[in-house]
């Protein structure tokens, strides 16, 4: 009797313990929390201006303007010289290269909150090509009580949502990647725009779709004929489309009647051969069949780094619901390509836009604003060079864009199959590069590379691409070789070259 009044009462003792500490760490989350507010709103007090057209920019690198020094939300300042709706136009630019949505949301909600609601404000929105939502993300036990605490619990605390994503930034670790996580932050933009007092303005977002291979990590010779599909290659690229056509259809029958493959391999292969499918049904003039298979090939695509189509058809789809102003840049830049099917004409890479596309999105978004506010659009610039690369600008610095477009793409290649479109988008950059700007030995590499590559059955050795990622703070700094490095990169290269 003794020993269960004795069990009984730690057990309650344990309890009220536990309650305390409840208690006691609510309490204190509430008070951080306060203060954690109360900072946020000093500060943003400490820097409202009064009297100003606020214009807000979401999104990632496409919306910082990268690989140029010039972002849209520039452009669109340009575009109405500097006032909108009669007032100053103040450009608070929120959007980050290589996030995702979720860190994106934080920042606007933090940063909406205590914005100056006197002054009328607006929110664009092109934000979704680092989601990389595909069939082959982990979707844990673990991922997934995580990912519904953020969803359900953090989201409704500032600290504790910052404190989290600045957690998974530095750690490198992410959370369930999939629709429903874009949709849910996309909401919250959205929601934290609109109470804010802003009108929010959402984009579809446009990508390279016709110029950019599937990157797969699995060895092209997985394929049962591995020598079939190299012969189509050569076959396309000397433009026997229907011949290549026949060879990739055939391996794509025999892909899907190989019931031995892992469903990994077969699932990044297939998505391969769709693509290069899409691309002979391009050249042979067979436009819809063409968009059909380059559109299933990204929909399917585990690393596209380029915005899915679900994700467009979502944003339209709360465009919709919302009631708010859409910019379908997706259809822009389909209804500016002769074929429909943006690539290397209006794309430097796989999602960033040349100055040419970046003058077409930013014209889009202006015009919206126009109507909205009842506007209109002041400095007419047609000609991209006006704001890329202005009289007095540095021909280095405008050729560095390039040089880095060029890099991207190379140092991107984690695929193990041929990416002939790839090297010849770097080549153009890299010429390109050349042409504005002849000092920096950074294109000459970058070209070699790409010859390199191109005779090793238009893959990036791997050795070759080792040594790359270790010259990338060079190229990421637009910094040529010094005198030394440049010598052992001539010998290095030149090993590779008499192969």
Known sequence: MRKAYTRRRYLQMAFAALLAFAVVFLASVFLAETVYRSILSRAANSDKKSG????????????????????????????????????????????????????????????LKY??????????????HNEQIGPYQSDTFPRRILEALKTRVFVHSLLLSGWLCAAEQFFHFSCIRDL?????????????????????????????L????PLISYNFDSLSNAGEAQKGIKMELRGEYGKALKCYTRLLEELNSNKQMSPDISAYLR?????RIGKCHKFMGHTAEAEKYLLRALAADPHPFRAKPEQNALVRQLSREYSIPLVDAEKLFMDHCADGLPGKDLFVDMVH????????????????????????????????????????????????????????ILLSRQGRAP???RLALAEKNFRKAVSIYGGSNLPAIGLRIVSISQKNRYMVPDELYKWLLKKRRYFVLLQPLPPEEMEKADIFLRKWEEE
């Open 115 to 128: 914005r100056n609601r006197e002054n009328p404000a607006v929110v664009l929105i092109y934000a979704g």
């Open 180 to 208: 429903a996580h874009y949709e849910f932050y996309l909401r919250e933009v959205i929601r934290a725009a609109r109470a804010s007092g802003a009108v929010p303005v959402i984009s579809t977002l446009a990508g390279n």
């Open 419 to 421: 990416i002939p479109d």
């Open 353 to 408: 836009p040349d100055s040419a596309g970046y003058l077409l999105l930013a014209r889009a978004f202006a015009g919206r604003l126009a109507e909205l506010f009842h506007d209109k659009i002041r400095n007419d610039i047609r000609d991209p060079s006006v704001v890329f690369s202005p009289p007095g600008s540095q021909p280095s610095t405008n050729a560095g864009s390039y040089i880095y477009a060029g890099a991207v």
């Open 271 to 275: 998505t391969y051969l769709e693509y």
């Open 210 to 213: 016709a110029d950019i291979e």
């Open 52 to 111: 100003v057209f606020e214009l807000y920019t979401i999104g990632d690198s496409s919306m910082r303007g990268l690989p140029f020094r010039v972002s849209p939300a520039d452009v669109i300042y340009a575009f109405f010289s500097g006032k909108l709706a009669g007032r100053p136009l103040r450009v608070i630019e929120l959007a980050e290269g290589g996030e995702s949505i979720y860190p994106q949301a934080m920042r606007a909600i933090r940063t």
